[in-house]
């Protein structure tokens, strides 16, 4: 999906928030009440206006009996202003339960679609522009149900209401306003329609602006490291210039369209007082009736104007949760099969079967990909940059689908397992840990999730980070920042170990889990690692020879094909790419005295020839 290209149509839109809705019909039907309710005292109070006012042009002299009857209006003219009191309570509270309660459902139901999408779709999205776009999406639902429930709906009620108490009055009167809110009503639907596409313009202008921001703030140490700060500003500036003229056509639209709608108003206005003077001087009408008529036509015009401005903030809206509502409409990249069952892990054998992976259908990364480890056994993938060896780690984890073949645990088909049961099998610990911004007992503990506080630690004491992270003024409850950026890389990496330790999945996969420690550090590490793998099918991305000496098996690779494979010693021997890989780092990694006699005759046959 590319950023702030797609759209939902407006049956999407509405589907969705009709999904929670319907989960309230109570409440709704309040809302709705009230609503009748307001509006049928608004038509009310100004016929009690109109006897009101007559019964005072019709006498010179009061009496008791002009008393009694002026009481009689102002108390049911009370008495409809109670009922329109009542039920705005009922409708504003009604309103605000049932909002609150829609938009909770909306938020969970949408970070639970979002955060189901694929690897690869997050890396395709500014995470900034998700987070705005779920945002707005919820925020939305409130400016979309309040115009509808508040503004459209109770104006039409009482338009209707008024032409139908004209028309009794006046068949003229009636007909006249009646036709004259038809044609307003339509002239602002066909003008929102044809501004839509500016709307649009304007919600992407601001997704792609709110983007930017959240890509420049996230890499602003990389922006300082390489001077940008004057280049990203120029950069942003051309994003501010986009949405500037994107939202200056908007507003520019809007006074248009508001200069129409004050001609519509002006002729109504004096039309409808000119027909009523007319029939007034022909005794059809009554000093009451003017009373009703510019009653009925100041809140008509109130309640139409007020639609003109809904429908703008209506459309606004609307264009903001049209792009979350694509998202949820974009099927997640990764799937459970209809019917997956849960991986069950007895000995914790892997297959790769003929495996074949591309992002582009030229560019093959994997190649009838063949590879079995056994249970408990310990193999490293080593090779040039652009391997594949991190692929095949992403493919066992199910971050991306093969395009042909199959993966298999213990005979089990990955691709028809559950994903949740598929990775809590696994423990990966990347090359760059990220962790959350929140406390490192949190963050330790997310390996598994029902750990106790004393199993957390004894988790990061074998990943040797409790001598740390106890020198901190807070501890384990200390925060360590957005992604982990207060911890250095190699506390970051200690923490991810521990998280992996404590997880004690079957399978565990460490992709360059050492690459950050320096040599104090990865010693200690190389210690917990051991007790880690013991009973584990382990998988190991290294560039680092030295970490892998000791592994069962070592895998090379290149351009996506298996080119080698045997022990440290054994590769060695056959000499190729691994012996050449080995040649280079041997003075700088070598810890092992045969290793080092072995190295420096190969240094020596290299000399040779």
């Keep these: 999906m590319k950023e702030g290209k797609k759209q939902a149509s407006a049956g999407a839109v509405f589907r969705a928030y009709f999904a929670s809705i319907r989960k309230h019909p109570w409440l709704l039907s309040l809302i709705i009440l009230g609503s009748i309710g307001i509006q049928a005292a608004t038509l009310a109070a100004p016929l009690y206006l109109r006897t009101f006012f007559n019964i005072l042009a019709t006498t010179s002299h009061p009496t008791s009996d002009t008393v009694h009857a002026l009481g009689g209006v102002l108390a049911m003219l009370t008495l409809m202003y109670l009922l329109e009191w009542l039920s705005r309570r009922v409708q504003g509270q009604s309103n605000n339960v049932f909002s609150a309660k829609v938009m909770n459902d909306l938020y969970s139901t949408s970070f639970s679609y979002l955060i189901g999408h694929s690897y690869n779709f997050f890396i395709s999205n500014f995470a900034g522009s998700l987070t705005h776009k779920m945002s707005k999406y919820a925020r939305s639902f409130e400016t979309l149900f309040d115009s509808v429930v508040v503004q459209f709906v109770p104006t039409f009620l009482f338009v209707a209401g008024a032409v139908g108490v004209l028309f009794w009055r006046s068949h003229l009167l009636g007909i006249a306003l009646g036709v004259w809110a038809i044609i307003f009503i339509a002239f602002q639907l066909f003008v929102a329609h044809l501004r839509q596409h500016v709307r649009v313009e304007r919600a992407e202008a601001d997704t792609r602006l709110t983007g930017a921001l959240a890509d420049a703030v996230s890499n602003q140490s990389t922006i300082s490291l390489f001077s940008g700060s004057r280049y990203e500003y120029t950069r942003y500036m051309g994003i501010v210039e986009a949405w500037h003229k994107a939202t200056l056509r908007s507003w520019m639209t809007d006074d248009w369209i508001w200069a129409g709608i004050g001609l519509f108003m002006t002729a109504i206005e004096i039309g409808l007082l000119y027909g009523s003077a007319m029939l007034w001087q022909q005794g059809l009408l009554t000093v009451g009736d003017f009373v009703l008529i510019q009653a009925y036509l100041l809140t008509t015009f109130d309640r139409l104007v007020g639609i003109n401005r809904d429908l703008r903030r209506f459309y606004d809206a609307f264009a903001d949760a049209g792009e979350m509502v694509e998202i949820l409409e974009t099927p997640h990249g990764i799937q459970d099969r209809a019917g997956a069952k849960p991986l069950s892990v007895s000995s914790g054998n892997v297959s790769f079967d003929d495996v074949g992976f591309y992002f582009h259908a030229d560019r093959p990364i994997l190649g009838h990909f063949t590879l079995n480890l056994t249970a408990h056994e310990k193999v490293a993938f080593v090779g040039p940059s652009g391997a594949g060896k991190s692929t095949i780690t992403k493919l066992l984890l199910r971050l991306y689908d093969v395009q042909s073949g199959s993966i298999e645990i213990d005979g089990q088909n990955i691709a028809a397992v559950t994903q949740d049961s598929l990775r809590e099998a696994i423990a990966f610990v990347p090359q760059e840990p990220i962790l959350f911004h929140r406390s490192l007992m949190e963050n330790i503990r997310y390996g598994r999730r029902d750990a106790t506080d004393a199993e957390v630690i004894e988790a990061a004491k074998q990943a040797h980070c409790h001598e740390f992270i106890s020198k901190l003024p807070d501890g384990y409850d200390t925060f360590v920042g957005e992604r982990g950026i207060k911890l250095s890389g190699g506390e970051r990496q200690r923490v991810a170990i521990a998280r ?92 092992d005295e045969d290793e080092t006699e072995l190295a420096n005759e190969v240094a020596k046959e290299e000399n040779s020839a």
Excluded at 512 to 540: F, H, N, P, W, Y
Excluded at 561 to 590: C, D, N, P
């Design 500 to 591: 992996a330790i404590l997880k004690n999945a079957p399978i565990l996969i460490l992709d360059e889990a050492t690459s950050s420690l320096d040599s104090e550090s990865e010693a200690l590490i190389q210690d917990a690692l051991r007790v880690l793998m013991q009973g584990k099918t382990v998988i190991v991305i290294a560039h680092r020879l030295s970490t892998i000496m000791h592994m069962d098996r070592i895998v090379v690779m290149e351009g996506g094909k298996v080119i080698a494979s045997g022990t440290h010693a054994e590769l060695l021997e056959e000499g190729g790419l691994y012996h050449k890989l080995w040649s280079i780092q041997a003075g700088g990694f070598i810890v």
